[in-house]
């Protein structure tokens, strides 16, 4: 079983930046891909950015150049550094985290950008 707790979050103007967090805990043998999914009110939930085990990574057009996906494998922690953020990243981001063939949800953490 894997766990995952977000942190970062946060009311922020637009233009400013933030950092979400996820740290991966229990009892696992190893985490494979990691990533930021995102659900604004009313919208359906919508990838923003995934990486690898090897640190591959892929984010989505509306966020690319802005947002970075990056991980800490020692402590398996995934990270997103959201840069440039507009008032339609006004979302839940959930971070999730697959291993062994399991798909795994943390809890989200809202993100508010004001205009």
């Known amino acids: 079983q894997v766990q995952l707790v977000e942190s970062g979050g946060g009311l922020v103007q637009a233009g400013g930046s933030l950092r979400l967090s996820c740290a991966a805990s229990?009892?696992?043998?190893?985490?494979?891909?990691m990533g930021w999914f995102r659900q604004a009110p009313g919208k359906q939930r919508e990838l923003v950015a995934v990486?690898?085990?090897?640190?591959?990574?892929n984010h989505a057009d509306s966020v690319a150049g802005r947002f970075t996906i990056s991980r800490d494998n020692t402590k398996n922690t995934v990270y997103l550094q959201m840069n440039g953020l507009k008032p339609e990243d006004t979302a839940v981001y959930y971070c999730?985290?697959?291993?062994?063939?399991?798909?795994?949800w943390g809890q989200g953490t809202q993100v508010t950008v004001s205009s």
């Open positions: 999730t985290a697959f291993s062994r063939g399991n798909t795994y």
């Open positions: 229990g009892t696992f043998f190893s985490i494979g891909t």
């Open positions: 990486i690898s085990d090897g640190g591959r990574t």
